[in-house]
Structures are given as C-alpha cells and as structure tokens.
C-alpha cells in the first residue's frame, strides 16, 4: 500500500534561515507528488507538484521541491524562511488524479 | 471566484446524535473529494464523487457514514449515529478533472 513518511512532527527554525521538510514515500509505479501548506485558520493550500519531467519543481512563496527516485524522496526547501512561513506542511503521493494519501504532518514555528 | 466551502465550520454533538456535514465545491468541478483527519494522524480519503456519482468510496470508515452529492453540485457527509472516534477535521476538495485539487477549510468535528 502507498504510504507517505514525514519524519519530523515539529520544526523550528529562525526567520532568514534556510528550510528542508523531509519527505520519503512507498509507492509501486511513478508517483504524483505534492506538497500542501495549512495556515491556521485556513484549508489546504497546494504549494507545489510534481507529476513528471524535470525532479526540481519550483511552487509558490519561493518553495521548491527535488523528487529523487533513487531515494524515494520528495524534500521540501526554502532558502530563506519568513514569519508567515509558520504553518503545517503535508506531503502527499496521488494513487490517480486527486486521490491523495498524506503524510501526517511537519509544524514548522519560526522563530525571530 | 468563490473557493470550496464548508459548513458548519465546527461542530459538537453528543454521542448517538446524527451531524451533517456539507460541502459546496468550486462551480464547475465535477469531482469532489472528503477527507478526514483524526487527532495526530493522517489526513485520510474517504471518497470521490464524480458529478453525482460516487467514483471510489474505498476509504469510508463504516456504514455510519453516508455521503450524496443530489445534482453534481454540493455534497453532504452524514454521521449517524455519532460515535466518540469520529471526532477530527473534514476536508472537502473540488477539482477539475485530474488537475489541482482546491481544499476548503474544514469542518471540526467533536463528539462528546
């Protein structure tokens, strides 16, 4: 069965600092890939996907992501984390289109 | 243009008691998606729709749960009867066929 690992339950970095969300998936053919923020108070928020072609998939707020096949990983990664960066960061394979199975979740706290 | 909505935002009910949740997507999206999380775990699917017609409700938890979608616009999730580990978050998601899927906010579920 399709499972997704997000190693870190809570992270906290200070604001300027650069970010990395773990991310590692179980998944028998090629994935879809995604990457979703939840902002207190708010819905899910899709930051980036990745489907296929190049593995570095650029998203909004300056979020990227690199898909390594050999590594079955899909980390996330901002070079410099801002105050409204605080929120919940859900990773997620697609079985087929939107059907998604997420990962339980990373809180990041920025601290200034 | 208005996101997906969600009604009611939270929720308390006793237990045995009957909730319905409701769900009003994206106009225009046939596919409609419901999502639950439980306290510290997973986001988890439960089903899709496609227009009015349920696609995959492989994720449905048991037969206290009733989901409709009357007309392919707005969907309800009907809890009946409550029970205690029901409570957690209920997402709904709209998309457009197989592309980004739009979360709403969430209804909050509390069964006491």
């Known amino acids: 069965a399709q499972s997704v690992t997000q190693p870190d339950i809570h992270i906290t970095v200070s604001e300027g600092a650069s970010l990395e969300l773990r991310c590692n998936y179980s998944?028998?053919?090629?994935?879809?890939l995604f990457w979703y923020v939840q902002s207190p108070g708010q819905g899910l928020q899709l930051l980036l996907k990745?489907?296929?072609?190049?593995?570095l998939v650029q998203g909004i707020k300056g979020f990227e992501a690199e898909f390594k096949r050999s590594q079955s990983s899909f980390n996330l990664r901002k070079p410099s984390v801002h105050w409204s960066d605080a929120a919940e960061y859900f990773c997620?394979?697609?079985?087929?289109?939107?059907?998604?199975?997420f990962g339980a979740g990373t809180i990041l706290r920025v601290k200034s | 243009e208005a996101g997906v909505t969600q009604f009611p935002s939270h929720s308390v009910i006793e237990k045995g008691q009957t909730v319905t949740l409701r769900c009003d997507p994206i106009?225009?999206?046939?596919?409609l998606y419901w999502y639950r999380r439980v306290m510290g775990k997973e986001i988890k699917f439960l089903l899709h729709?496609?227009?009015?017609?349920?696609?995959?409700e492989s994720g449905m938890p048991n037969n206290r749960f009733l989901a409709e979608r009357t007309g392919g616009t707005y969907s309800t999730l009907k809890v009946q009867p409550a029970e205690l580990e029901d409570s957690g978050v209920y997402f709904c998601?709209?998309?457009?066929?197989?592309?980004?899927?739009?979360f709403g906010q969430g209804t909050r579920l509390t069964v006491v």
């Open positions: 998601a709209s998309s457009q066929q197989e592309t980004e899927a739009f």
């Open positions: 998944y028998g053919a090629t994935p879809y």
């Open positions: 990745y489907f296929s072609g190049d593995t």
């Open positions: 997620a394979v697609g079985e087929y289109g939107n059907k998604l199975v």
């Open positions: 106009s225009g999206h046939d596919n």
């Open positions: 729709f496609v227009k009015e017609s349920k696609q995959d």
